[in-house]
């Protein structure tokens, strides 16, 4: 369409509630602003999703005219709507989640991961399993003449700049070698995910009352 949302709101929410004026830190202020900012961003934004389906209803009609036999984008729109009750209801009911059982996972969580990283300090000394340039210095990839990154027998995708990718794929394939030092990282990481990003986040810090309302 070439239209944007109202963009001034995060600004005016900013200079009202304090933090940086963006989407992120000032979309949780929105439901306590005054009609007046918030105003302009909601008509603008009813306005703008009315004009999307204007344009989306009439390219439905132009792809399903490409090619008669393929199913209609009409029909599958249909069926997605259809579903919209079912998928609200979901999300006003919430899911029940156990609290204290999920604090006593990110417990159980800390001791695995401690083992884990007080092993890898052995193998591989002081090291942030998040950071690209640590894991690159840990493994120390070779390039042989053909230009081909390598680390022992696995051969490594190249990333955007040429340089060694060592992503997850790459220390599974490492770490099937024998590689310890590779599948500690790989472990490190996912404990890490599981407990903050998991547990703490989605869980712990989003439940209200023994309950979690995920936007499905």
């Known amino acids: 369409l070439g239209e944007e949302k109202e963009s001034d709101i995060y600004q005016e929410l900013a200079d009202r509630f304090g933090g940086l004026a963006t989407r992120n830190v000032q979309m949780k202020n929105i439901a306590e602003a005054p ?93 942030n399993v998040n950071s690209t340039p640590q894991i690159r210095e840990l493994f120390r990839p070779v390039k042989d003449d053909q230009g081909i990154w390598h680390v022992s027998d696995v051969e490594l995708e190249k990333t955007k700049s040429g340089g060694p990718s060592l992503g ?22 996912s404990l890490i995910k599981t407990r903050d990003t998991f547990l703490g986040g989605h869980i712990l810090g989003h439940e209200v009352d023994g309950y979690v309302y995920p936007t499905i």
Not at 55 to 74: G, M
Not at 176 to 189: F, H, M, P, S, Y
């Open 35 to 127: 009609c007046e900012i918030v105003a302009p961003y909601a008509k603008k934004d009813a306005l703008l999703t009315l004009r999307l389906w204007e344009w989306q209803e009439e390219e439905a009609k132009r792809q399903d005219q490409i090619d008669p036999l393929a199913p209609s984008i009409k029909d599958i729109w249909e069926f997605e709507r259809s579903l919209m009750p079912s998928l609200i209801n979901m999300e006003l009911d919430g899911i029940r989640v156990d609290v204290q059982r999920a604090k006593h996972a990110q417990d159980q969580l800390s001791i695995n991961l401690i083992e884990k990283e007080r092993e890898l300090y052995k193998l591989a000394g002081d090291i």
């Open 168 to 189: 997850a794929d790459a220390l599974r394939q490492i770490a099937a070698c024998g590689d310890r030092r590779a599948e500690l990282v790989l472990d490190i990481r």
